[in-house]
């Protein structure tokens, strides 16, 4: 990348230049002189004043511009950083291969369990089991994932995202081996917690790893793929549970086949490099010589962007980091203290995340979801995946949760004086779940993964897998007392007024944060 390095002076900017509009990638000009611009991309700004700034040229002519008003108000300027999709398509795949795992445990559990309980077909002479006893079988990964999301605040930022992906495809891969080869009851429940503290970790690094090393552009569809590769997980499980339920011992297979997958996934992530920015983090926190954690950084990111080995553009891009964080953390300590996730900028970050996460799971999603159909999760999942980085995170938030509210509302009033109507049951189902799919579903761990400060992610994202879980738990384990307690019209009305809570805590706490880079939502929305 080649910098103009003499201050340059737009004076009478071209009408053109306003918010989201077009500007040029033809410009001419000189030092002191009017920028001339024939071709248009994107640049946000409207402003009427003469501008001071530098002028970046980049490959295949694109343009960017730092530059600031003559009234000393800041100006911001779009910038795309040139990367080719074979480069993110790795470091994207194996960390979402944690998410798929994740969903794989739900679907296969349900077809494995009618396996393990059966007298004909178990196996096993172990076969009668108590309610309590069942009941942990398909709960032990959530309780797994409980603790793991608990170890990971305080290591998750000593390991890095790399390794801890490593570590959880192992845990993956021990426990689905242990469940599958499980001689007694004791060795099964063993395996489900084990697969669980893979499920805990996989959903703690997998966002961090893609957020930090994705370019911004195309964060909120990498992100929001990751959560379609669990949806597409949960019918790998359904489709493999029903292939093979008539198997003798049939559950073993259910269980097991997540393995293969988990040893992929390990290699995978094996051979990618170490999060750039978390290398960074590293140095800036004085756990090293910063040139050394520099250089590294530098090698990572012209890896995961298919560069040569210490290209320049990679260069200035970890420089222009190493000042966004300097500039950062200037007057603060180098770590920061245990609890800092739960002070100043990273308590707003986890006000927003850990909201998100826990609407997400008391709007009822454990239980409305149990009821709907996994095809149309996925597709409509697919719509998040496609709208995230062009309509932006607010918009499908507020769409949706208003669409959410109204399902809750029509099934409450199914229940209560509908009920010769089934249609509208299976109409307000099929809202719930699409509005969910292009909201919650995604959106919240989108957010939950770019919203923390650099220094207390780690610990802020586990915060909020914590949540989710622990909310998850809650809802599953509390929703059967309370449709006996309240009814289902009641219940349903219950999870309609949170629903109608959420959307308001969305329209005024919730950020848009479409296009920014991590360091720039740290500085312009936390800040």
Known sequence: MAWYNPTVTLSKPPLLIRSKSLISNSCHFTAKKVIQCTRNYPLMARKKQNFLGK???LPKGMLRLKVSASSGEEVESGYLEEFSWSSVILPFIFPALGGLLFGYDIGATSGATISLKSPALSGTTWYNLSAVQLGLVVSGSLYGALIGSILAYPFADFLGRR????????LYLSGGSLTAYAPGLGALLLGRLVYGLGIGLAMHGAPLYIAETCPSQIRGTLISLKELAIVLG??????????????????????????????LMGIGMWTLPPSPRWLLLRAIQGKGPLQEYKEKAIGALSKLRGRPAGDKVSEKQIEDTIISLKTAYTDEEAEGNFLEVLQGPSLKAFKIGGGLVLFQQITGQPSVLYYAGSILQSLMTAVAVLKADD????????????????????????????????????????LYVGCYQISFG??????????????????????????????????TFAFSPLKELLGAENLFLLFGVIALLSLLFVVTSVPETKGLTLEEIESKILK
């Open 55 to 57: 002028v970046a040229l």
């Open 163 to 170: 390794r801890e992906l490593i570590i959880a495809a192992i």
């Open 234 to 263: 949960i019918l790998l499980g359904y489709f493999v549970g029903s292939y093979e339920i008539d198997v003798i011992g049939g559950w073993r297979y259910m269980f097991g086949l997540s393995s293969p997958i988990a040893l």
């Open 391 to 430: 309509l932006g995170r607010r918009p499908l938030l507020i769409g949706g949760v208003s669409g959410i509210a109204l399902s809750l509302f029509l099934l409450s009033a199914y229940y209560k004086f509908l009920g010769s109507y089934p249609l509208v049951a299976a109409s307000a189902l099929l």
């Open 442 to 475: 995604p959106i919240s761990w989108l957010m939950v993964s770019e919203i923390f400060p650099l220094r207390t992610r780690g610990k802020g994202i586990s915060l909020a897998v914590l949540t989710n879980f622990g909310s998850n738990a809650i809802v």
